[in-house]
């Protein structure tokens, strides 16, 4: 079974820019999901899909973020990894990785179980 870990920061300091990873265990990026999402969840709110990097390598963002971030990946260490440009104290939030197949029930989707980010001086 697929298994995806988030790790970086857990601080970051305004104007700066967050860089997550999602170290991917039990399957390939590149063959046994079509799409390895980034996706957010700040307090209170539902979740914020952030954007995505398909099996191929090629890249779709949330046009409200897509100045901001970039999705990059490393096949041969099987990972992700997501960039926030010019974070701000909104951007404080629990950031999630996730693998899916668009043509499956989400519910046969893989996550990671979150990491907190703080935006702060």
């Known amino acids: 079974q697929v298994q995806l870990q988030e790790s970086g920061p857990g601080l970051v300091k305004p104007s700066q820019t967050l860089s997550l990873t999602c170290t991917v265990s039990?399957?390939?990026?590149?063959?046994?999901?079509?799409?390895w999402s980034w996706i957010r969840q700040p307090p209170g709110k539902g979740l914020e899909w952030m954007g995505v990097i398909a099996y191929d390598g090629s890249t779709y963002y949330n046009p409200s973020l897509k100045s901001l971030t970039s999705i990059s990946r490393d096949t041969s260490k099987n990972q992700f990894s997501l960039q926030l440009r010019s974070v701000t104290p909104e951007d404080t939030v629990v950031y999630y990785c996730?693998?899916?197949?668009?043509?499956?029930?989400?519910?046969?989707?893989?996550w990671g179980q979150g990491t907190q980010v703080t935006v702060s001086s």
């Open positions: 996730n693998a899916q197949n668009p043509w499956v029930d989400s519910r046969f989707s893989s």
């Open positions: 039990g399957g390939s990026i590149t063959t046994d999901y079509y799409a």
